[in-house]
């Protein structure tokens, strides 16, 4: 037998990454709890409840090469994304879902020993993609309105590099212990909305962070569902800025997966060299031009959605062990008081409805809610006031 053990070729930094816990397709949940999908009230992952446009969906079921490869410039797809965001197209790259192009900011940034500035509690693939890299991760908690402690922030930078406690928030007023050994952090990820809490990053907040010697990373996967602009065309006068978007949300094409990056000039070069070719498949291609050509009418489902997030917000406000938090997105974040987050979860979903569970650092004994259609949100009110 031959005594060599292939497994001592892993990169050494990944045998202590904790794996991304994402939320179980749609088909396990149904099969699982017994429920057909039908009846199933999925508020957990922050979808879209009315899914894709019938444009979008006729466009797939007209569309006659799938058996050609599609553009690997993406070209057309490019030029209409211009259209709408009014950058142009030649800082615009689309991904396989804004997750790809994560991974490829990453990886084209960080090596082992490098750092990021991350600012929980927040959506877990910054975290996760830059510990692939075997890069540290700086955590600057935010404050307890989930704002983003920009102090914190500059703090670090003015300084020096610092180490924390990476298990539980730091209050305002203290910061960590400095290291001179550790890296400075070459990557600042921030969500505007915020995921989990639906929080928005204000723009005076984000010009100071602009001023600080690192790239911001600006996720703006929920920015149709705020009361606020895009900040992508800001791409165009800070080199330091990458903005992402996504398909997902407001178009409803999740499973498609399509995001696309607005990235600073001298950026693109790399990323054309970097990127697989065939990244965006043909159906996404197709999915998302088809959305393009309908904007309106996704703007009619998203503020559909906005509507029914304020009616939601109101009535969980009015139930005695909920403490939900405002937001600018398509969920509602609620600390659960005087009793279990984990058994409410459970209530719930023995009677298939789907809400998301957190028990961890800025999000102890909390659930998040996603915004689904009225029908929905009244079957959910009725359960949660039953419990």
């Known amino acids: 037998m031959n005594p060599f053990a292939p497994h001592s070729f892993l990169n050494s930094h990944l045998s202590g990454l904790e794996e991304y816990t994402p939320i179980q397709p749609f088909e396990v949940l149904s099969k699982r709890l017994g429920i057909p999908a039908s009846q199933i009230v999925k508020l957990d992952a922050n979808e879209n409840p009315y899914g894709p446009l019938p444009a979008v969906v006729e466009a797939l079921a007209e569309y006659p090469y799938y058996h050609i490869y599609p553009d690997p410039q993406q070209s057309e797809l490019r030029e209409a994304l211009s259209g709408f965001i009014g950058v142009p197209a030649d800082h615009i790259l689309p991904g396989q879902g804004a997750d790809e192009l994560l991974d490829y900011i990453c990886r084209l940034f960080l090596a082992p020993g490098d750092a990021i500035l991350n600012t929980p509690p927040t959506f877990g693939m910054y975290s996760f993609d830059a510990k692939l890299q075997g890069a540290e991760v700086i955590d600057v908690w935010r404050r307890a309105d989930y704002s983003v402690d920009v102090e914190g922030i500059e703090k670090i930078l003015d300084i020096g590099y610092f180490v924390g406690d990476d298990t539980s928030p730091i209050p305002n007023t203290q910061y960590p212990i400095p290291n001179p050994q550790s890296p400075i952090p070459k990557l600042l990820f921030l969500t505007a909305p915020n995921n989990p809490s639906g929080t928005w990053l204000a723009d005076d907040d984000l010009r100071r962070l602009l001023a600080l ?143 998301r569970y957190y028990n961890k650092p800025g999000l102890d004994n909390c659930i998040r809610i996603s915004v689904g259609r009225p029908e929905q949100t009244d079957r959910l009110l009725a359960a949660l006031r039953q419990v």
Request: hydrophobic content about 45%; some cysteine; proline content about 6%.
């Open 213 to 355: 010697p690192l790239v911001v990373v600006l996720d703006e996967a929920y920015v149709e569902f705020a009361n606020q602009p895009s900040r992508a065309g800001w791409v165009l006068e800070h080199g330091n800025l990458i903005v992402l978007r996504t398909f997902s949300k407001a178009a409803g094409i999740a499973g498609l997966r399509l995001g696309y990056g607005i990235f600073p000039s001298w950026l693109m070069p790399h990323l054309w060299k970097f990127k697989q070719p065939y990244n965006v498949n043909v159906a996404a291609s197709v999915a998302g031009l088809a959305s393009l050509r309908h904007t309106d009418q996704i703007t009619a489902v998203v503020e559909k959605l906005k509507t029914e997030r304020d009616r939601l917000y109101a009535e969980l406000s009015t139930i005695p062990y909920l403490h939900p938090y405002p937001s600018e997105a398509n969920f509602v974040l609620c600390r659960v008081e005087g009793r279990e987050a984990a058994a409410l979860k459970q209530s719930l979903e023995g009677q298939g409805i789907l809400v």
